[in-house]
């Protein structure tokens, strides 16, 4: 099979989890756990079927989630997250605390934490620990002469 190409690391990234659907529903999963497909529609309120089913069937196709079919009448559907979809968390967890932090101009509709104003500094905290071992990593890159 040929590689696909991409112009850059996070372009890889945005293939597997970019569109308006596919952080919430992964969001949900990680959350929630397994969930029906009519529970994840629900949870996305104004996500249209057709949509939804293709970024479900998206995120399948490069193991970031598992579907599975449950023989009744009618047939219902499972999803979860697979171990590999389970690595994209923490990228989610980041942007999580980035909106949490930024959310003065919104109302939440699914809040995944209770606003307090502690909550909002470990948040705070955690983003800037985040900053600052990023930063340190650039360096060590850059003296190993591994980063352009």
Same mark, same amino acid.
């Given at each position: ?11 890889? $990234? ?36 057709? $949509? ?15 579907? $599975? ?47 307090? #104003? ?6 705070? #905290? ?23």
């Amino acid at each position: 099979m040929a590689k696909k190409e991409a112009l850059t690391e996070i372009q890889i $990234t945005l293939n597997t989890i970019g569109g308006k659907w596919k952080p919430l529903i992964l969001h949900y999963l990680q959350n929630e756990g397994t969930k029906r497909y009519s529970e994840i529609l629900r949870y996305l309120e104004t996500a249209p079927k057709k $949509t939804l089913t293709a970024q479900l069937r998206e995120l399948e196709d490069d193991n970031i989630i598992k579907r $599975t079919v449950i023989p009744t009448v009618p047939v219902q559907v499972e999803y979860s997250v697979t171990d590999h979809g389970k690595s994209l968390f923490p990228i989610l967890e980041v942007m999580c605390a980035w909106g949490y932090i930024n959310e003065a101009d919104y109302q939440i509709k699914h809040p995944t934490c209770v606003y307090s #104003e502690q909550t909002r500094a470990i948040k705070q #905290e955690r983003l800037h620990k985040l900053y600052e071992q990023f930063n340190s990593d650039r360096e060590r890159e850059k003296q190993l002469g591994t980063q352009k």
